[in-house]
């Protein structure tokens, strides 16, 4: 197995993550903030593919698939290209509203599957994509980043639908 056959196998794994979050949740569940300022599932996965999207897309050079296939409009989020929910307010976090979770969950699998698309065409992994940093930033490493950040967020999904909920994921 090649490093590329390793990205892929851990991008696949990302929507099922999604999945356990959103599976039978109601809207006030989605929307819920912990403590009336944490980050709500919504947001959450909302970000995580916001954040694949965007960095892939800066990647690959292509277009985001937020763009490209008119997620904001399909989820009712008024949200541009370069905004990825970081750096948002709690009154920012609490104003994405989502009317469909299965259509977030779409949008996250639709960024997923570009990133899975972009990795089985080998990209050279260990070219220099960002100079910013000390050392600098291979593709590889981003890519991993990339990754790990969405498996991040979505844990954290998991984690607020058990505080907000009597929810379980059954480990």
């Known amino acids: 197995?090649?490093?590329?056959?390793?990205?892929?196998?851990?991008?696949?794994?990302?929507?099922?993550?999604?999945?356990?979050?959103?599976?039978?949740?109601?809207?006030?569940?989605?929307?819920a903030q912990p403590a009336?300022?944490?980050?709500?599932?919504?947001?959450?996965?909302?970000?995580?593919?916001?954040?694949?999207?965007?960095?892939l897309a800066a990647l690959s050079g292509d277009d985001q698939v937020w763009v490209r296939d008119d997620w904001a409009q399909r989820l009712g989020v008024d949200r541009g290209a370069d905004e990825i929910g970081?750096?948002?307010s709690v009154a920012e976090?609490?104003?994405?509203?989502v009317s469909d979770p299965a259509l977030l969950a779409a949008y996250l699998?639709?960024?997923?599957a570009e990133l899975v698309g972009y990795l089985a065409i080998a990209p050279e992994l260990d070219e220099v994509?960002?100079?910013?940093?000390?050392?600098?930033?291979?593709?590889?490493?981003?890519?991993?980043?990339?990754?790990?950040?969405?498996?991040?967020?979505?844990?954290?999904a998991a984690y607020v639908r058990?505080?907000?909920?009597?929810?379980s994921i059954g480990y």
């Open 1 to 31: 197995m090649d490093a590329s056959q390793i990205l892929i196998e851990a991008a696949g794994r990302i929507p099922g993550a999604a999945q356990q979050a959103l599976s039978g949740i109601d809207s006030q569940t989605l929307h």
């Open 36 to 55: 009336g300022r944490g980050n709500s599932i919504a947001w959450l996965v909302w970000h995580a593919a916001r954040q694949l999207d965007s960095q």
């Open 86 to 88: 970081f750096g948002d």
């Open 93 to 97: 976090v609490a104003a994405l509203r």
């Open 109 to 112: 699998d639709a960024a997923v």
């Open 129 to 156: 994509v960002d100079t910013r940093w000390d050392p600098p930033v291979i593709r590889g490493v981003r890519l991993v980043s990339i990754i790990d950040d969405a498996v991040a967020h979505l844990g954290q």
């Open 162 to 167: 058990g505080v907000v909920s009597d929810w």
